[in-house]
C-alpha cells in the first residue's frame, strides 16, 4: 500500500503547486512526442506514465483552487 500524508496548504500554496505541475506536465507530453518521433519506445513509455501521474494530481488539485 502506497505511503500517505497529511498535508495543508494555503489557497496560493495549491495554486503555486498546480502551476508548477502542469509546466511539468507539459514537458512530459514534449518529451514523449520527441521520444515518439525518435522511436524510443522506453522513453514514450516512461514520459508518457509520468505526465499521466501528474494528471491524475493535477485532477485532485484544480478543484481545490477554482
Given at each position: 500500500?502506497?505511503?500517505?500524508?497529511?498535508?495543508?496548504?494555503?489557497?496560493?500554496?495549491?495554486?503555486?503547486?498546480?502551476?508548477?505541475?502542469?509546466?511539468?506536465?507539459?514537458?512530459?507530453?514534449?518529451?514523449a512526442?520527441?521520444?515518439?518521433?525518435?522511436?524510443?519506445?522506453?522513453?514514450?513509455?516512461?514520459?508518457?506514465?509520468?505526465?499521466?501521474r501528474?494528471?491524475?494530481?493535477?485532477?485532485?488539485?484544480r478543484?481545490?483552487?477554482?
Amino acid at each position: 500500500m502506497p505511503k500517505t500524508f497529511d498535508l495543508t496548504f494555503t489557497d496560493d500554496e495549491v495554486e503555486i503547486l498546480v502551476d508548477a505541475l502542469e509546466a511539468d506536465h507539459e514537458g512530459y507530453v514534449e518529451s514523449a512526442k520527441e521520444a515518439r518521433g525518435n522511436n524510443n519506445r522506453a522513453d514514450v513509455a516512461t514520459f508518457t506514465e509520468a505526465a499521466q501521474r501528474i494528471e491524475g494530481l493535477l485532477k485532485r488539485l484544480r478543484p481545490l483552487v477554482e
